[in-house]
């Protein structure tokens, strides 16, 4: 794609400045991760509730993966918000469903 491209420039191309355009163009036009975010409700009227609550969301987390870690935030007692960076969006959507 750079040859026919370069080739109706009027200086002529190096290799290497060939190469540093190809992976300057490979890399602005990779797919961006989207972030998809999902609320929820925690509560446990429990004598152990709050280690309950605890325990739930941190086993939460165990979930994700390196290429999209799944994080567990608190907004307001008993709302909190799970998040989660990642390509393909139907397989973050069934992640955090999941969690």
């Known amino acids: 794609m750079c040859a026919t491209v370069c ?7 190096t290799a290497e400045m060939r190469e540093v355009l190809t992976t300057y163009i490979k890399k602005t036009m990779a797919r961006q991760p989207i972030k998809i975010r999902c609320d929820v409700e ?3 009227y429990t004598y152990e509730g709050i280690d309950a609550v605890r325990s ?8 994700g993966t390196p290429e999209a870690p799944i994080k ?6 008993p709302k909190y918000v799970m998040t989660t960076m990642i390509l393909d969006k139907d397989a973050g959507v069934a992640m955090l469903n999941k969690v």
């Open 7 to 13: 080739a109706d420039l009027e200086t002529p191309v």
């Open 42 to 44: 925690v509560t446990c």
């Open 56 to 63: 739930s969301l941190m086993s939460g987390q165990i979930h």
């Open 72 to 77: 567990i935030k608190l907004i307001a007692p």
